[in-house]
């Protein structure tokens, strides 16, 4: 069984601030992790994810995110806020491997982001 | 190209209605899944579909049908809703259940606006 915990439903930053959204997760086998963007009246699209390697993982308008397993983490990360990234974002997880792993989602994360 | 499409992006049904939900993907992907989706709330899975078959229902009411006529359609049939079945239906694909080397990303349509009246 896996879990996702975003923390903040809420983050605020001004245009051109560093974004940080939190997300810490648990699970009994190595996970694969996702962020997804839903923007107002939309469906999610994918930003970026990890499945295995390279821990640091660059995804889709300048987004980043870390996987550390030692503190169970997924923060994604933007250098520069625009304002158009303004939407809600989730943390994903499913089970790693070969097996089904159904994919269970964080609470999310709405971004504001002032002029 | 990632693309998933559902017709109609909105609908409006009283609850002795049947209608339809369409989802189509031309990924060459071998699993669909549909998810409800409440306001302010994350996604929750509600079918899986795997090659054409049905693979999980979530305990899902039988007011709601799903139906897989071939690998790129995807439906979900419903008849007699209540209103708090209003919601936000997505659907996604991705290449299979189990293949590990990609993850098994899933990819989201635009979604279907339901409101029961």
């Known amino acids: 069984a896996q879990s996702v915990t975003q923390l903040g439903s809420h983050v605020s930053v001004s245009e051109g601030a560093l974004v940080l959204l939190r997300c810490n997760y648990s699970?009994?086998?190595?996970?694969?992790l996702f962020w997804y963007v839903q923007y107002p009246n939309q469906g999610l699209q994918l930003l970026l994810k990890?499945?295995?390697?390279?821990?640091l993982v660059k995804g889709i308008n300048g987004f980043e995110a870390e996987f550390k397993k030692s503190e169970t983490s997924f923060h994604l990360t933007k250098p520069s806020a625009h304002m158009s990234d303004a939407a809600e974002y989730f943390c994903?997880?499913?089970?790693?491997?070969?097996?089904?792993?159904?994919?269970?989602f964080g609470q999310g994360t709405i971004l504001t982001v002032h002029p | 190209d990632t693309e998933v499409t559902q017709t109609p992006k909105h609908l409006v049904m009283g609850m002795t209605n049947k209608k339809s939900l369409k989802c189509e993907q031309h990924m060459g992907h071998r699993a669909m899944y549909w998810y409800k989706q409440k306001a302010k709330k994350p996604p929750e899975l509600m079918f899986v579909?795997?090659?054409?078959?049905?693979?999980i229902n979530e305990s899902v009411p039988s007011r709601f049908s799903p139906e897989c006529p071939n690998s790129s359609l995807l439906n979900l049939h419903l008849h007699a809703l209540q209103p708090e079945d209003s919601a936000l239906y997505l659907c996604?694909?991705?290449?299979?259940?189990?293949?590990?080397?990609?993850?098994?990303?899933?990819?989201f349509g635009p979604g279907t606006r339901l409101l029961v009246l």
């Open positions: 994903a997880v499913r089970a790693g491997g070969t097996s089904y792993g159904k994919l269970t």
């Open positions: 699970s009994s086998v190595p996970p694969y």
């Open positions: 996604a694909s991705s290449h299979g259940l189990r293949l590990a080397a990609v993850g098994g990303t899933q990819y």
């Open positions: 579909y795997s090659y054409e078959k049905l693979s």
């Open positions: 990890y499945t295995t390697g390279a821990t």
